[in-house]
């Protein structure tokens, strides 16, 4: 049981495991929502996003992290602004965005040359760095996270199946959109440190996707899509302790595995029942049968 008990024994690693349990509880709320409404192309856009804020913050000797954040959300109002004053389609500005980004970053990383280290963190996190300021800024986003996800949950819903009726009964649909696109920010941002910005769509995504197959209350599958974010920061750990591998990337990777394992699962018990209720008619027609037959 080392395996198990040596790294859980450890500072660091317990304060990697308790970042990486506080993201997976945002990202498994926010990511129900980027599920539900397929704004999956939006997460990986403002992940990459990032990437000049980041650059530049490191350059001036500035938090990577406020860097980050400002990037992010410089991203989600450039967005915003190209959908309502343009004419270009929501993929289509959020696509053009995510290319302009993504290379004013590459730019500034190749412009300087003492980014190796840092070009590796800023893609793929370093989780086993989390300190104790990086846990407090991680609970703050996870509170910001349940207030407004609380505050619009009837808005969400209801644009989320028809905006008309949201506006109808006096949701801002509008508003509502805004906000959801903020949450997205905000959970992108505070799994930065986990993460990266490579590999912060996998854990956006993928707990959700494995919450699905077992219930349809959206509550359910946030709560679910959260425990199995843990379950992944858990056993990515764990992985990355004992085979030597990178913990974001083990990360993201389990995340993923537990959402295929999910799925097969579900699909091999949706067969089995189907099997189960096709075979109960034969068997109950059979002693009727038998009654009926001549002797």
Known sequence: MSW???????????????????????CG??????????????????GHGMLPGVALATVL???????????????SAAI???QR???????????????GMLSLGVIV???SRSFATDATVMLFGDILAVDEGDLAVMAGALVVTLVVAAVFHRAFVASAFDRRIAHTLGLRPRRAQLAL???????????????????????????????????ARIPAIMALASAFGVLAVL?????SWNAGTAAGASVAGTAILLAALSATTSAALTRIRSAGASHAPAERMAPAARAGAPR
């Open 109 to 111: 990383v190749s412009h």
């Open 85 to 99: 004053r343009g004419r270009l389609s929501y993929d289509t500005s959020i696509g053009l965005l995510f290319v």
């Open 181 to 215: 696109v903020g949450l997205v920010t905000l959970a992108v941002v505070a799994s930065y440190q986990a993460v990266g910005s490579l590999l912060v769509v996998g854990l956006l995504l993928a707990p959700a996707v494995a919450a699905r197959p077992w219930t």
């Open 235 to 239: 056993l990515g750990l764990l992985l």
């Open 61 to 75: 000797g500035l938090p990577a992290l406020a860097g980050a954040a400002v990037s992010a959300v410089a991203m």
């Open 4 to 26: 198990l008990i040596d790294p859980l024994t450890t500072a660091f690693v317990l304060r990697a495991l308790g970042g990486g349990a506080l993201v997976a509880v945002i």
């Open 29 to 46: 709320i926010v990511g129900t929502w980027v599920v539900i409404r397929g704004m999956a192309f939006l997460g990986e856009a403002i």
């Open 80 to 82: 915003g602004a190209l």
